[in-house]
């Protein structure tokens, strides 16, 4: 029998590899090889004689499988594949093919992806909609993030609803009369969807005995990766399955907990140990990332939650300069400081792609943007979508284009297909007349024009003809105030379909308060507009060799489990980050500063932290610094000052 070369692993995690049966929870600090230990768990319980097909695997991405599939070949040999690895939902569909029947789900099922589940919920919504033509229901892809939540949060919908879209609160009914149509169409069509995997293998756990049993019994040993990041639904499915043998294995870090808007419970792993009180629990605690002056910024700042299970990461690596907090009047100072600051590390020979700009909120990142293009510094964005690429902003710069030229066609097209009760071939129509009549902006003011459309749609058409009126009236009055003009359309209307339409309207409009913001008045709203324009197009489709050579510009949360050697977090203020929103509770505070930590501990060795005194260009406000640079203190940072003049 192979055995793992146990000497690889450091005095942390060799007890934790070696961990007697029963529950264990490995707290794997940022850094601090976490898989590497699940890996050679797994290859430890193999070379103990256990059967591979004992053991489960789950991760939360195909990539993580793979990656620990491929170390546990290369420890222990192709013939100690583990069969059972893999993510939540992809075991769930092997067990659902094996023992569906025994919850009522007979015969071969489809599996729905995302496209086909918001095309089937928009035939309900649309024929719902026909039978309360009163109601603006929102559309499909809003509703199916809020059905997918609630299975996912183990509530009921209404709860789902008040909980996360209390706005939506006149559709409750209607949103529940789509979620049992949608219910029944499965059923008729013999489909499924990824949240039904999961649903289905808790119902065999939770209503068949037998199945229970045989599930408990082949897996006898269950390995967990980012245990943090669970749901409540896998956070029960693993509690049921591990009932008898108690054999669960979890690794996660609680400090990097930061996806509850997807519906992860941190209480699953802060609760660990009251569920399971024989646990026994291992801190890795040595980061091989990061320079000691960078983790003592983390432990800093994470030691001021509450909800926590304490941990401090320390490193081996000798000490280096301290993080550098650096003072910037305005957003646009902060795009010049980090311009220039990277314009050096690249003569210096840095890697391009060893150098990331995190941020709190996409928004943040536009003067950025724009100064990287003007210097001809190739960037890519990890989420592949620019910020002024985002539904609502194109939205609104489609208004603000057709301020500038009546006759662009696809943002008359853009805005015409939003209107309520405007289908495609009424805006087909509507943009037909607009782009040939010698005043588009009046005509739709003008009753012989609207009488050519259907009633219904009659409203929407004259409502956008006032607010062109209006927008004309404040620019005549106030010449370069955009941030009027964008406020003028957010309460003539699109603030309302915001609500309607999107999972998180929130957000957005702080998007398009602070992307007025960024447009400063000295300059044309058509300069400005060809200057967005003129940005390279997005890396959706770059090669590797490409990105290569390109800056990352990433939010926080897309940045998890990854790493560069230099790193910026971007507008450390108030309202920023934190963001606004995090102050109407304690624990959201507390999240926020989970997602510090996390960005602070992706940078391995320079980590400069910028803090504009005014965010916004031009009509900015002047903001506090945040509140976790006090919560650091200085001691820990070196402060600077930059002024663009002296640059």
């Not at 219910?183 to 209503?207: M, N, P």
């Not at 009236?473 to 003539?492: F, I, K, M, W, Y």
Request: aromatic share 8%; glycine share 6%.
């Amino acid at each position: 029998m192979s055995h793992p070369p146990l000497p690889d692993l450091n005095e942390e995690q060799k007890p934790a590899v070696l961990a007697p049966d029963g529950p264990a929870l490995v707290l794997a600090g940022a850094g601090s090889g976490k898989t590497r230990v699940l890996t050679y768990r797994a290859a430890h319980l193999l070379s103990r004689g256990v059967p591979a097909p004992r053991i489960l695997l789950l991760t939360f991405t195909k990539k993580a499988s793979r990656v620990m599939q491929d170390r546990l070949t290369g420890l222990m040999g192709p013939a100690f594949l583990v069969p059972w690895a893999g993510t939540f939902h992809h075991v769930g569909y092997r067990l659902i093919r094996e023992f569906g029947h025994k919850v009522g789900v007979e015969g071969t099922r489809t599996l729905l992806d995302r496209e086909d589940q918001r095309d089937l919920i928009k035939e309900i919504r649309d024929s719902l909609a026909d039978e309360m033509p009163e109601e603006e229901l929102p559309p499909a892809a809003a509703i199916l993030g809020y059905l997918s939540l609630a299975s996912n949060l183990l509530i009921p919908l209404r709860e789902l609803l008040r909980r996360r879209a209390p706005w939506l609160s006149h559709l409750e009914k209607a949103v529940e009369a789509i979620d049992r149509r949608y219910r029944e169409e499965k059923a008729a069509q013999k489909v499924l969807d990824f949240d039904d995997l999961l649903l289905l293998w808790l119902r065999l756990l939770e209503e068949s005995p037998e199945t229970a049993s045989i599930l408990r019994e082949r897996f006898r040993h269950i390995l967990v990766d980012e245990y943090q990041d669970t749901n409540p639904l896998q956070g029960r499915i693993l509690d049921l399955l591990a009932c008898d043998h108690k054999n669960l294995f979890v690794v996660g870090d609680d400090s990097q907990s930061i996806y509850s808007f997807r519906g992860a419970a941190i209480d699953n792993i802060l609760t660990f140990s009251e569920r399971y009180p024989e646990a026994g629990v291992y801190r890795l605690e040595k980061n091989y990332r990061s320079t000691p002056n960078i983790l003592n910024v983390a432990n800093r700042i994470i030691e001021r939650n509450s909800r926590q299970i304490p941990k401090t990461l320390y490193s081996p690596r000798p000490e280096a300069d301290h993080p550098t907090l650096v003072r910037m009047y305005s957003d646009l100072d902060q795009a010049r400081f980090i311009v220039g600051k990277i314009r050096r590390a690249l003569d210096r020979g840095h890697e391009p792609s060893e150098i990331a700009v995190l941020y709190r909120a996409h928004y943040a990142s536009l003067s950025l943007q724009l100064a990287l293009s003007r210097e001809r510094i190739p960037f890519h964005l990890t989420s592949g979508l620019k910020f002024y690429e985002q539904a609502h902003i194109k939205d609104i710069l489609s208004w603000l284009r057709l301020l500038e030229n009546a006759r662009d066609a696809m943002a008359w097209k853009r805005i015409l297909q939003r209107l309520p009760r405007v289908g495609k071939k009424t805006a087909e129509k509507a943009l037909d007349h607009l782009v040939r009549t010698e005043n588009p902006k009046a005509a739709l003011s003008d009753p012989a024009f609207l009488k050519a459309f259907p009633a219904g749609a009659r409203p929407g058409l004259s409502r956008m003809g006032e607010t062109f009126k209006l927008l004309g009236e404040r620019r005549e009055a106030s010449p370069g105030n955009v941030v009027l003009l964008v406020q003028t359309l957010l309460d003539t209307g699109y603030h309302d379909y915001l609500y309607e339409t999107f999972e998180d309207p929130e957000s957005r409009e702080e998007d398009i308060v602070s992307f007025a913001n960024q447009i400063p008045p000295e300059t044309a709203l058509g300069d400005f507009l060809a200057e967005l324009a003129l940005l390279e197009a997005g890396g959706d489709d770059l090669s590797a060799d490409e990105i290569k050579n390109r800056i990352v510009l990433s939010t926080i949360h897309q940045a998890k489990g990854l790493e560069w050697d230099m790193v910026f977090l971007l507008s450390l203020a108030e309202g920023v980050f934190p963001s606004s929103r995090s102050s109407e509770s304690p624990e959201d505070l507390e999240e926020e500063r989970r997602l510090f930590y996390v960005a602070v501990t992706r940078a391995r060795h320079d980590l400069l932290l910028c803090v504009p005194q005014v965010i916004g260009r031009g009509y900015g406000s002047p903001a506090a610094p945040s509140r976790f640079l006090e919560e650091i203190g200085d001691e820990h940072l070196t402060v600077n000052t930059y002024n663009s003049w002296e640059d």
